[in-house]
């Protein structure tokens, strides 16, 4: 029986746009290469499919995260679980930063202009989603790099986030389509999520039990915040 895809959604991405994002770095080839990484990170196993997993229009199999592990071991060891993670570690760096920036600043300046909201829950709501739509524009393409890195393999799986960057944007419609593609539903993820980090964390630290704690509080907080904040937009995620 011929064997298929897992077809699925990869972050903000479709696999079909994963796929034609790969291919960029290949354009010479004329059959289409076959992807069999999977982001161990952000997706429901997304993009996982491997030669040993018969597919069928009856039945497709879901593949548990010990399969996933063993998948990636086998067929690129060690360095498979960091493909991509270069370019991930940075924009996670840029964008914690800048979402904590504009947090801090949309709080400040939505007080001023409207004394009413000052040290209300409302004004953490519009301030905590303010930072999740300016980190939604770094964090689609950041995004979008780690996804293309982790799916290519085999002589491509070398390429530099550099190769990448550049691939997009000679080949795929210019620094638009880096910047841009997956970038509705990615606001759609983000803007609820940090929007709901926020609030979490604003509400524990403000009871009584987490105050008591000291320096222990604002770490639990903010895991219990990190926590909450992916369980809401999770279904938009996958």
Known sequence: EELKPLKSSVSVLTYDTVVEDADLFDS????????????????????????????????????????VFIIIWQTEGLAGFYKGVRVMAIGKALITAVAFTADHVALFDISVLFPGLKDTLLLVVLASMFSGFVTSFITTPVERIKVILQAKEGKDSTLSDIDC?????????????LLLTGLFPTLCREVPSWAFYFIIYQVLMQTSIFQRMGALGPLIAGAAAGCGSWVPVYPIDV
Not at 35 to 52: A, G, H, K, M
Not at 165 to 177: E, K, R, T, W, Y
């Open 165 to 177: 960057i550049n691939s997009i944007v000679n080949q795929d419609c210019g620094l638009q389509s």
């Open 28 to 67: 010479s080839s004329e059959e289409e290469e076959e992807v069999d990484y999977i982001d161990p990170e952000l997706t429901e196993f997304s993009l996982s499919r491997s030669n040993n997993i018969p597919q069928s229009e009856e039945a497709k199999p879901k593949m548990k995260m010990t399969d």
